[in-house]
C-alpha cells in the first residue's frame, strides 16, 4: 500500500513539474515570437523605405543624365552645322573675289593669305579656331569639356560621381552604405545585431541568454528594448548621412555640369566672334569691304535667357504656364542687377533696388510703389521661385523679349 502511495505522489510531482515546464515553456515561445515580429516588421518597413528611396534616385539620375547628354547632342549638332554653313559662305566668297581680283597680279598673296585665314584646316587661322573649340574630340577643346563632364563614364567627371552615388553596388558609394545599414546579413551592420539578438538560436544574444535561463525574462525584454533602441537611432543616423552624402554628390554634379555648359557655351559664341571679326578685318583690310554673319542663338534644347548676349546658366530654365513665360525670379534679377537684395518671409517677397514686393501665387504686386496686377501669379518649380516677364519688365528699363522660334528670352 505505502509503495503505491509512493507511485503516485511521484507521478503527481511529475504531472505538475512537466505543467509548470509546459507554461513556462509556452512564454518563452511568446516572447520569442513577440520580439522576432518586432524586428522583422521594422526590418521589412527599413527596407521598403531603401528600396523605394534607390528607386526614387536612379530614376531622377537617368532623367538628369539623358536630359543632359540630349543638351550636348543637340549644341554639338548646332555648332558642327554652323561651322559647315560658315565654311560655304566663306568659301563662295572668296570665289567671287578670286573672279573679282584674280587677274590682279597685285591681289595675289591677299588672296592667297585670305583663302588660308578662312579654311578651318589651315593651321592658326581664325576658322580652324573656331573649328577646334567645337571640336567635341580636339583634346582641351570647349565641347570636349562638355561631352566629358555629362559622360557618365568619364573618370573623375561630375556624372560619373552623381551616378557612382546612387549606384548601389558602386565599393565606397552612399547608396552602397545605406544598403549595408540595412541589409541583415551584413556583416557587422546594425541590422545584422538586431537580427542575431532577437533570435533564440544566435549564440551569446539576448533571447538565445534567455533561453538557457542566463537572463530572466524581465531582464532579457529590458536589454532587448535598450539594444533595439540604441540600433534603430544609429540606423537612422547612418541613413541620414547617407542621404546628404547623395544629395551634396547630386548638388556638386548639377552645379559643375552647368558651369562647365555655360563656360563652354559663352566661350563658343566668344570664340566665334573673334574668329568672324577677325576674318572680316582681314577682308576689309585686303578687298576694301568686310563681311557680316548670322548671330548664333545657342540651341540646348530647352528654353534658355540670354542677358546682354550672354548665356545664362540657370538650375530652372524658364517653363510656359497657360502661355505665360516664366523665368526664375532671384537668377534673372542678379543677372540684370547684381546688387539686388531680396527677402523672402512665408509667401511674401520683397526686394530692393529695385523695390518690389509681391505675393506666391497671388497676381497683386507693387513695383517702385506702384500696384500692378500680373497675367500670371509667381509660383514655385522645382524649389525655385518664377515669376511672368512681365514683372521683369516693370521692374527694370532693360529691353526684355521672348522668341519662341528659338525658345529664348532676350534681356539687352
Known amino acids: 500500500m505505502k509503495g503505491i502511495q509512493r507511485i503516485f505522489c511521484i507521478a503527481a510531482a511529475f504531472v505538475f ?5 509546459g507554461n513556462a515553456s509556452a512564454a518563452n515561445k ?30 531622377a539620375y537617368e532623367a ?15 555648332t558642327d552645322a554652323d561651322l559647315t554653313k560658315l565654311t ?18 597685285d591681289f595675289a598673296e591677299k588672296l592667297r593669305k585670305y583663302n588660308s585665314q578662312i579654311s578651318p584646316t589651315s593651321l592658326g587661322s581664325p576658322m580652324q579656331r573656331y573649328a577646334q573649340s567645337v571640336n567635341p574630340n580636339y583634346l582641351g577643346s570647349l565641347m570636349m569639356h562638355y561631352k ?27 547608396m552602397t552604405a545605406y544598403k549595408n545599414t540595412v541589409n541583415e546579413n551584413y556583416l557587422g551592420g546594425p541590422m545584422t545585431k538586431l537580427k542575431n539578438n532577437s533570435r533564440d538560436s544566435y549564440l551569446g544574444g539576448i533571447m538565445q541568454q534567455h533561453k538557457r535561463g542566463k537572463l530572466s525574462q524581465k531582464e532579457a525584454l529590458k536589454q532587448w528594448k535598450a539594444m533595439f533602441q540604441k540600433e534603430r537611432k544609429q540606423i537612422q543616423s547612418d541613413i541620414s548621412k547617407s ?20 563656360k563652354t557655351v559663352n566661350g563658343i559664341l566668344e570664340q566665334r566672334e573673334k574668329s568672324l571679326k577677325a576674318v572680316s578685318d582681314m577682308r576689309a583690310e585686303y578687298f576694301g569691304e568686310g563681311i557680316t554673319f548670322e548671330t ?6 530647352e528654353n534658355q535667357v540670354m542677358v546682354d548676349g550672354t548665356w ?5 530654365p524658364p517653363v510656359l504656364q497657360n502661355g505665360e513665360v516664366l523665368v526664375p525670379l532671384r537668377a534673372i534679377f542678379e543677372a540684370i542687377n547684381p546688387g539686388v537684395k531680396l527677402q523672402k518671409k512665408g509667401d511674401v517677397i520683397t526686394i530692393a533696388k529695385p523695390s518690389v514686393k509681391m505675393t506666391i501665387g497671388s497676381k497683386k504686386a507693387t513695383v517702385n510703389g506702384k500696384d500692378i496686377t500680373l497675367s500670371t501669379a509667381p509660383t514655385v518649380v522645382n524649389g525655385q521661385t518664377m515669376i511672368p516677364l512681365q514683372l521683369v519688365d516693370a521692374s527694370f528699363s532693360n529691353s526684355i523679349q521672348w522668341d519662341p522660334k528659338v525658345k529664348t528670352v532676350f534681356i539687352d
Open 312 to 316: 545664362l546658366a540657370l538650375h530652372q
Open 243 to 262: 542621404n546628404k552624402d547623395i544629395s551634396r554628390v547630386i548638388d556638386s554634379t548639377t552645379d559643375k555640369i552647368l558651369s562647365q555648359k555655360s
Open 64 to 78: 538628369y543624365r539623358d536630359k543632359e547628354q540630349a543638351s550636348f547632342e543637340t549644341f554639338g549638332k548646332q
Open 88 to 105: 560655304k559662305l566663306l568659301s563662295e566668297d572668296y570665289n567671287q573675289l578670286q573672279s573679282q581680283y584674280g587677274g590682279n597680279k
Open 296 to 301: 548664333l542663338i545657342p540651341d540646348l534644347g
Open 17 to 21: 513539474l512537466f505543467g509548470m515546464a
Open 30 to 59: 511568446k516572447i520569442f515570437d513577440q520580439v522576432r515580429n518586432e524586428y522583422a516588421s521594422y526590418e521589412k518597413k527599413t527596407t521598403n523605405a531603401y528600396e523605394t528611396y534607390r528607386e526614387k534616385t536612379k530614376k
Open 148 to 174: 566629358n563632364a555629362v559622360n557618365e563614364h568619364y573618370l573623375g567627371g561630375p556624372m560619373t560621381a552623381y551616378k557612382n552615388a546612387v549606384n548601389e553596388h558602386y565599393l565606397g558609394g552612399p
